[in-house]
């Protein structure tokens, strides 16, 4: 081949390269920081409940409302039975199973609701399975632990609210250092290890 029929193919190669399409750009993916030592591994964002839990009430429920604005408010049902007597008891999503939200009602107000449930984050991100240490990670304004009242080796951790409201959140770990249960809610009733009992 001579020089200008090879200097001829590399000039219509270059200028067919300089035609093509560019590839559409890759979306980028977001850096996810590694699972503390001891927490389980995170679940997929869309498995989350998530924005439902803060210091101050569940969803559309605030802490101080009565049973009747509640009802009201919740879109579906809550069952349970109040008492004679305006003492405690309890409101619960109608067919959810024991390991759902719970809301507390004391002297006719909602004063705290507990969860059990894996899948729910507390207001700061602390979730039922985590380990003390990333918790208190998690919450640098928490109260040191304290031992639980009933499970031996297990604890408390008591962390006031992070937005200055009057809500407390209070998770309970068993004796293997894993959340088992939290809660919000306000003093005293927050503090009620029995729930109504």
């Known amino acids: 081949m001579t020089r200008t029929v090879l200097s001829s193919l590399v000039l219509l190669a270059l200028l067919a390269a300089c035609n093509r399409t560019p590839d559409a750009p890759e979306a980028p993916v977001a850096p996810q920081a590694p699972a503390a030592a001891g927490s389980p591994a995170p679940a997929p964002a869309e498995a989350a409940v998530t924005g439902n839990a803060d210091w101050q009430g569940y969803g559309p429920l605030q802490l101080g409302i009565d049973a009747e604005q509640m009802r009201a408010v919740w879109d579906g049902e809550l069952q349970g039975d109040a008492v004679a007597d305006g003492g405690c008891y309890y409101l619960q999503p109608a067919g959810q199973g024991a390991d759902g939200v719970a809301f507390m009602l004391e002297g006719g107000n909602f004063v705290r609701y507990d969860v059990r449930a894996a899948d729910v984050q507390a207001p700061g991100g602390g979730k039922v399975g985590m380990a003390l240490g990333p918790l208190q990670a998690l ?36 004796a293997d ?20 009992s």
């Open 177 to 196: 250092g894993k959340v088992t249960a939290w809660r919000v809610g306000l003093p005293p009733q927050v503090d009620y290890v029995e729930g109504c």
């Open 139 to 174: 919450y640098a304004q928490a109260e040191a632990p304290q031992p639980h009242k009933y499970v031996e080796g297990g604890k408390v951790l008591r962390v006031p609210a992070a937005d200055g409201s009057q809500g407390w959140l209070v998770f309970e770990l068993g």
